[in-house]
């Protein structure tokens, strides 16, 4: 995984085999259960309680952002737990995400890798991340989020098609795969840049490894 190159590194086995038809065909509804699961973990979610004008909340922390900035702005640190938490977040937020993408039809692990492999270096905060640089990564980081949205469309329409493809043949179109993988793989990059903040590397503007 931690090869030359960029420093965070994403692949996805491609499935070189008979996927399952009948999950594909279900997928936007097998999946909810392991959505709330990550819903919970990502972030709040709000849900009418029994009684009229009751509300439940179930709060989770999602990814660390504003901890670490201030660690590495006023102590020059980057605790180690914090960059855990989020690593394994983003991992299993890839899981999901490549279930979704129809990628992989093994239901996503809470804790194992399966076919989804991303990884990055635990900083070394005070020889290699610059103590301001996190208050305007976000803002460095605005031409990925345009290429990104755009991306994301396109990613959209070949899941559509890869998704009638293997209903027909069973199999995920390669260039297809490999352009779904390419995006998440941007994506993440810019994320562990400007939203987790463990390199400061500029993300490169490509889809490829």
Same mark, same amino acid.
């Given at each position: 995984?931690? %090869?030359?190159?960029?420093?965070?590194?994403?692949?996805?086995?491609?499935?070189?085999?008979?996927?399952?038809?009948?999950?594909?065909?279900?997928?936007?509804?097998?999946?909810?259960?392991?959505?709330?699961?990550?819903?919970?973990?990502?972030?709040?979610?709000?849900?009418?309680?029994?009684?009229? %004008?009751?509300?439940?909340?179930?709060?989770?922390?999602?990814?660390?952002?504003?901890?670490?900035?201030?660690?590495?702005?006023?102590?020059?640190?980057?605790?180690?737990?914090?960059?855990?938490?989020?690593?394994?977040?983003?991992?299993?937020?890839?899981?999901?995400?490549?279930?979704? *993408?129809?990628?992989? #039809?093994?239901?996503?692990?809470? #804790?194992?890798?399966?076919?989804?492999?991303?990884?990055?270096?635990?900083?070394?905060?005070?020889?290699?991340?610059?103590?301001?640089?996190?208050?305007?990564?976000?803002?460095? *980081?605005?031409?990925?989020?345009?290429?990104?949205?755009?991306?994301?469309?396109?990613?959209?329409?070949?899941?559509?098609?890869?998704?009638?493809?293997?209903?027909?043949?069973?199999?995920?179109?390669?260039?297809?795969?490999?352009?779904?993988?390419?995006?998440?793989?941007?994506?993440?990059?810019?994320?562990?840049?400007?939203?987790?903040?463990?390199? #400061?590397?500029?993300?490169?503007?490509?889809?490829?490894?």
């Amino acid at each position: 995984m931690m %090869g030359a190159g960029y420093p965070v590194q994403f692949s996805v086995d491609y499935p070189d085999r008979s996927l399952n038809r009948l999950t594909t065909v279900f997928r936007i509804v097998i999946v909810i259960p392991i959505a709330i699961v990550l819903s919970t973990l990502a972030g709040t979610m709000w849900q009418s309680g029994p009684h009229e %004008g009751s509300t439940v909340v179930a709060a989770g922390a999602g990814l660390v952002f504003l901890g670490p900035l201030l660690m590495i702005l006023f102590r020059r640190k980057y605790p180690r737990w914090w960059f855990d938490w989020n690593r394994e977040l983003l991992r299993f937020s890839n899981r999901v995400t490549a279930y979704v *993408a129809l990628m992989d #039809d093994r239901y996503p692990s809470t #804790d194992e890798e399966q076919s989804v492999h991303l990884g990055f270096p635990y900083p070394d905060a005070p020889r290699e991340l610059n103590r301001w640089l996190p208050l305007v990564k976000w803002l460095l *980081a605005i031409p990925h989020y345009v290429v990104l949205f755009f991306l994301g469309i396109a990613a959209f329409g070949a899941v559509v098609v890869a998704w009638f493809a293997i209903l027909f043949t069973g199999r995920y179109p390669r260039p297809l795969f490999d352009f779904i993988e390419g995006v998440l793989r941007w994506s993440n990059r810019v994320t562990a840049y400007a939203a987790i903040l463990v390199t #400061d590397e500029y993300p490169p503007f490509r889809l490829s490894a």
